[in-house]
């Protein structure tokens, strides 16, 4: 089983639906983000955790909103989803050495 | 200027050949650099972590960090089919846990 799992792993919805993307890992890592993938842009961050009492806005957290409900697991919401969204989003945790460890992303589509 | 640059290529080798895959970077507080392999529709898989300079070897991988360049590479040596994929690079700074900057990757095809 992945150590960083992601759900749903695909996802198409419409213009002003709520989406909710879950994180859960079983690393025991305290810290947690979220990134979003677009093609020539590459990776940008969302939001990060530190902890269950820390969240932090990325570059680009306008739109977006998380909950990290636990050490395991850490969601990202889209209150009401917009086309330019569509992107395929990362979870990733933080070794104690300083790597991140991503999940296998979730492809979600703005109709 | 963005912080980090990579040739976005597509690159395509012969089976077999030596793979040269590199990154400059602007800001001379990075000391964290990591190199990820992303196959189409999945996670980047972590490869290789090193940090500050010098070499560190895994296999048919090696990376090499020139500080005085700002310029990192990641080399494949006999490249195979499976390593056909996305090569991504990235990096941060000491004490900055939140602020991890990558290149926009390079795409490899190695043809047997």
């Known amino acids: 089983d992945a150590d960083v799992t992601q759900t749903p792993r695909n996802r198409i919805t419409k213009t002003g639906k709520r989406i909710m993307l879950e994180c859960s890992q079983t690393?025991?890592?305290?810290?947690m983000y979220w990134y979003r993938q677009d093609p020539g842009l590459g990776l940008r961050l969302i939001y990060y955790s530190f902890d269950v009492k820390d969240i932090n806005k990325g570059e680009i957290s306008d739109g977006y909103s998380v909950s990290r409900q636990a050490q395991a697991k850490f969601s990202l919401s889209l209150e009401s989803a917009i086309p330019n969204q569509t992107a395929l989003y990362f979870c990733a945790t933080m070794g104690p050495t300083g790597e991140l460890f991503f999940g296998e992303g979730s492809r979600l589509t703005v109709l | 200027q963005k912080e980090v640059e990579q040739d976005p290529g597509p690159l395509s080798v012969p089976e077999g050949a030596i793979v040269s895959l590199n990154c400059t970077y602007s800001n001379s507080a990075f000391q964290y650099f990591m190199w990820y392999r992303q196959y189409s529709r999945k996670g980047p898989e972590l490869l290789m972590y090193?940090?500050?300079?010098g070499n560190k070897e895994d296999g048919r991988f090696t990376a090499q960090v020139d500080k005085s360049s700002k310029y990192i590479s990641l080399f494949i040596r006999d490249s195979q089919p499976s390593d056909s994929a996305t090569y991504l690079c990235a990096m941060r700074a000491r004490n900055t846990g939140n602020q991890f900057y990558f290149g926009t990757g390079t795409s490899l095809t190695v043809i047997p």
């Open positions: 090193t940090y500050s300079s």
């Open positions: 690393k025991g890592h305290d810290r």
